[in-house]
């Protein structure tokens, strides 16, 4: 089992920029890829990025390529999401998730989700 709590939300005006973490619970966080997903309101959760177990491999949406990163320590079972350039459109509640088959956007693959940050960015 694995337990997921996002951090780093808030309130930033349109070209600031967030970094968002997730903490983990548990000893086997090093064998998860992790993702992070968003779900503006009154619109589906959409995938955002991923990372593979040891950090070697990522996947962006086209959205946020260039403006986001992310990263994660495994010796601190943490996972980042470093926002940049923000945009009003990137206000959404923000969520991670932990996967032992994919780091991809298709969120039927993820086995844990933490319960949400959320992030609004004024015009």
């Known amino acids: 089992q694995v337990q997921l709590v996002e951090s780093g939300g808030g309130l930033v005006q349109a070209g600031g920029s967030l970094r968002l973490s997730c903490a983990t619970s548990?000893?086997?966080?090093?064998?998860?890829?992790m993702g992070w997903f968003r779900q503006a309101p009154g619109k589906e959760r959409e995938f955002v990025a991923g990372i593979s177990w040891n950090g070697g491999s990522t996947y962006y949406a086209d959205s946020v390529k260039g403006r986001f990163t992310i990263s994660r320590d495994n010796a601190k079972n943490l996972v980042y999401l470093q926002m940049n350039s923000l945009r009003p459109e990137d206000t959404a509640l923000y969520y991670c998730?932990?996967?032992?088959?994919?780091?991809?956007?298709?969120?039927?693959?993820?086995?844990?989700w933490g319960q949400g940050t959320q992030v609004t960015v004024s015009s």
């Open positions: 548990g000893r086997t966080f090093s064998s998860y890829n």
């Open positions: 998730a932990a996967s032992t088959t994919s780091y991809g956007p298709a969120n039927k693959r993820y086995d844990y």
